[in-house]
C-alpha cells in the first residue's frame, strides 16, 4: 500500500503495538484506528503506518512488570506522561472549570427564581383585571336593563296607561303641565 501503510491482523496488531487484540477492536469502534481489506480467509485487518505505530506504542501507558501482577495501578507522576508540575496544573484548570460552571449554576437559579416571581406576578395581575373586566361588564349590564325598564316605563306614560292618564289629568289642574 501507499505510504508504508499496511494491513494487519487484529492479532498481528496487537503484537506490533503491545496491546491485546480486544483493546485493537475498541480502537477501530472508537475510530481511532481504520480498517483494512479482509484477509483471504475472510480475516478482518486494521491499516497502520510505521507513524501510526510510533505514536500508538508511546501513547500506550507501560505498566511495571510486578504492578501487572498483582492488579495495581501505577499512579506515580509521570507513569502517564505527565509530570508531576503538569498534573497539578490540569487540576488547576479543572478546579476553575468547576468553580466558573458552579458560579453560572448559581446565577442561573437566581434568574429562575426572579422570572418564576415575575410569571407569578403576572398572572395575578391578569387574574385581577379578569375580575375587574368582569365586574364593569357586570355594572354595564345593570345600567342597560335600567335604562330599558325606565325607557319602558317613560312609555308607559305616554301612551296612556290609566295611572298615566290620572296624573297628567292632575298636573293638568294644577297647572304645571
Same mark, same amino acid.
Given at each position: 500500500?501507499?505510504?508504508?501503510?499496511?494491513?494487519?491482523?487484529?492479532?498481528? $496488531?496487537? *503484537?506490533?503495538?503491545?496491546?491485546?487484540?480486544?483493546?485493537?477492536?475498541?480502537?477501530?469502534?472508537?475510530?481511532?484506528?481504520?480498517?483494512?481489506?479482509?484477509?483471504?480467509?475472510?480475516?478482518?485487518?486494521?491499516?497502520?503506518?510505521?507513524?501510526?505505530?510510533?505514536?500508538?506504542? $508511546?501513547?500506550?501507558?507501560?505498566? #511495571?512488570?510486578?504492578?501487572?501482577?498483582?492488579?495495581?495501578?501505577?499512579?506515580?507522576?509521570?507513569?502517564?506522561?505527565? @509530570?508531576?508540575?503538569?498534573?497539578?496544573?490540569?487540576?488547576?484548570?479543572?478546579?476553575?472549570?468547576?468553580?466558573?460552571?458552579?458560579?453560572?449554576?448559581?446565577?442561573?437559579?437566581?434568574?429562575? @427564581?426572579?422570572?418564576?416571581?415575575? &410569571?407569578? &406576578?403576572?398572572?395575578?395581575?391578569?387574574?385581577?383585571?379578569?375580575?375587574?373586566?368582569?365586574?364593569?361588564? &357586570?355594572?354595564?349590564?345593570? *345600567?342597560?336593563?335600567?335604562?330599558?325598564?325606565? #325607557? &319602558?316605563?317613560?312609555?308607559?306614560?305616554?301612551?296612556?296607561?290609566?295611572?298615566?292618564?290620572?296624573?297628567?289629568?292632575?298636573?293638568?289642574?294644577?297647572?304645571?303641565?
Amino acid at each position: 500500500m501507499d505510504d508504508g501503510r499496511t494491513p494487519y491482523t487484529y492479532e498481528q $496488531a496487537a *503484537a506490533v503495538l503491545g496491546i491485546n487484540a480486544e483493546a485493537v477492536r475498541a480502537r477501530l469502534r472508537r475510530g481511532s484506528l481504520r480498517r483494512g481489506p479482509s484477509t483471504n480467509d475472510d480475516r478482518p485487518t486494521v491499516i497502520l503506518s510505521p507513524d501510526d505505530i510510533a505514536t500508538l506504542r $508511546a501513547s500506550v501507558r507501560q505498566a #511495571e512488570p510486578d504492578a501487572a501482577a498483582d492488579g495495581r495501578v501505577d499512579v506515580r507522576p509521570g507513569s502517564d506522561g505527565l @509530570g508531576l508540575k503538569e498534573m497539578v496544573e490540569l487540576l488547576r484548570v479543572q478546579t476553575e472549570r468547576a468553580d466558573a460552571a458552579q458560579v453560572e449554576v448559581a446565577a442561573l437559579s437566581v434568574r429562575t @427564581g426572579r422570572a418564576e416571581g415575575e &410569571a407569578a &406576578a403576572l398572572r395575578d395581575a391578569v387574574t385581577h383585571e379578569r375580575a375587574q373586566v368582569a365586574a364593569a361588564l &357586570a355594572a354595564q349590564q345593570a *345600567a342597560e336593563r335600567a335604562r330599558e325598564a325606565a #325607557e &319602558a316605563e317613560a312609555a308607559g306614560w305616554m301612551t296612556g296607561n290609566p295611572f298615566a292618564r290620572a296624573a297628567r289629568a292632575f298636573l293638568w289642574r294644577r297647572g304645571t303641565r
